[in-house]
């Protein structure tokens, strides 16, 4: 079974805005990886964030991390019409060890 | 960045048959791949975690004879479904690690999807 949940599990917007979906896990994390899937499509990776960090950017993503609370956030800023995809967090315990994926997030991007 | 191959990208198979997914790493070694399965709208069920030149440790309720896996080299893991059934259609995808020591992320195979018919 699947240990992440994400919420919410489909969220639309429209071009321009930002959209934050969220992560939670239970057990303790080596780090935690979000994915980014079009339909029919393989997995993008997108960012990797390490247990000992808080926060990381890429380009338009900010992802947060809080062990203390054991979730995670993926914001993307000025959210694109090609933004639109399945996202996916996904939980390491131990480095090279199996992923855990969360149920994923339908992100709608509307133009 | 490291790429990671799938052959087929789909398959239309009757049932009873068996098909053999392949999935390579192109541009490092990976002693570890990884057997994911995805059905419509959900999320990725981990299958089995294969390592090269050793037997691949299924997850639970994962039928070892019915979903053989190989990791014949350091960039080849194959996958055969054998005496397919309708419930068997699936989007297959794979992944491999570069490395083992520190965190890395996992390069994921761009899925096959099987059919059976």
């Known amino acids: 079974s699947q240990q992440g949940e994400e919420d919410p599990q489909a969220l639309s917007i429209q071009e321009g805005e930002n959209a934050t979906m969220n992560c939670s896990y239970k057990?303790?994390?080596?780090?935690l990886q979000w994915y980014r899937q079009n339909s029919g499509r393989g997995l993008v990776h997108l960012i990797l964030?390490?247990?000992?960090?808080r926060e990381k950017h890429s380009g338009r993503l900010r992802v947060t991390l809080d062990t203390s609370k054991k979730s995670s956030s993926l914001l993307i800023t000025a959210s694109r019409a090609a933004d639109t995809a399945s996202y996916f967090c996904?939980?390491?315990?131990?480095?090279?060890?199996?992923?855990?994926f969360g149920e994923g997030t339908q992100l709608t991007v509307n133009p | 960045g490291a790429v990671v191959s799938q052959h087929p990208s789909w398959v239309i198979c009757k049932s009873g048959t068996s098909v053999k997914i392949e999935c390579r790493s192109l541009?490092?070694?990976?002693?570890?791949m990884f057997w994911y399965r995805q059905f419509p709208k959900q999320s990725l069920m981990l299958m089995a975690t294969s390592n090269e030149g050793s037997k691949a440790t299924y997850e639970q309720g994962v039928e070892k004879d019915k979903f053989l896996i190989n990791h014949a080299s350091l960039t080849l893991s194959t996958l055969t479904v054998t005496s397919a059934h309708p419930e068997d259609s699936s989007f297959y995808i794979c992944s491999a690690s570069p490395a083992t020591g520190d965190a890395y992320e996992q390069y994921f195979g761009p899925g096959t999807r099987l059919t059976v018919t």
């Open positions: 964030i390490r247990s000992n960090e």
């Open positions: 541009d490092f070694q990976a002693t570890t």
């Open positions: 996904a939980t390491e315990k131990t480095s090279g060890s199996r992923l855990t």
């Open positions: 057990t303790s994390i080596n780090n």
